[in-house]
């Protein structure tokens, strides 16, 4: 029962963060879904960032995993906008647009990963 608890916290948080990108991009006016993009991207860079970090730990509390990966990530990053948007962009006959974002969410976010990971391993001191 715990561990649902800190899944929920961690969504809800996750959510609430990219609640605030879709209302800092709410300004722009263009058929790509920016604010979409930024918090897929942004959710892949954090979980690739504390996944690196949790695979060098053999030491680590399972709770902390659930709350970032599971929960925040999960409830920052949005599939199911992702691809409402990007039936909406062929639909409105935008083709060209809708697959570049299947592009461009696909190869951003798998380099977010990776690039997070990457940089879990970096000694800055």
Do not use: H
């Not at 029962?1 to 916290?9: A, G, R, S």
């Not at 992702?82 to 969410?105: C, F, H, M, P, V």
């Amino acid at each position: 029962m715990k561990q649902l608890f800190i899944v929920f916290i961690g969504g809800g948080l996750g959510s609430l963060a990219r609640y605030s990108v879709t209302k800092l991009f709410s300004g722009w006016v263009t058929r790509f879904p920016y604010a979409t993009l930024t918090s897929n991207v942004l959710s892949c860079l954090i979980m690739g960032l504390f996944l690196g970090y949790f695979l060098q730990r053999t030491t680590l509390n399972d709770n902390l995993k659930l709350f970032i990966v599971t929960g925040f990530c999960g409830g920052f990053s949005t599939y199911s906008t992702y691809t409402l948007e990007t039936i909406n962009l062929y639909k409105d006959n935008q083709l060209g647009i809708a697959i570049l974002n299947i592009l461009i969410n696909f190869i951003i976010c798998v380099a977010g990963i990776l690039g997070g990971m990457y940089l879990s391993k970096l000694k800055l001191a």
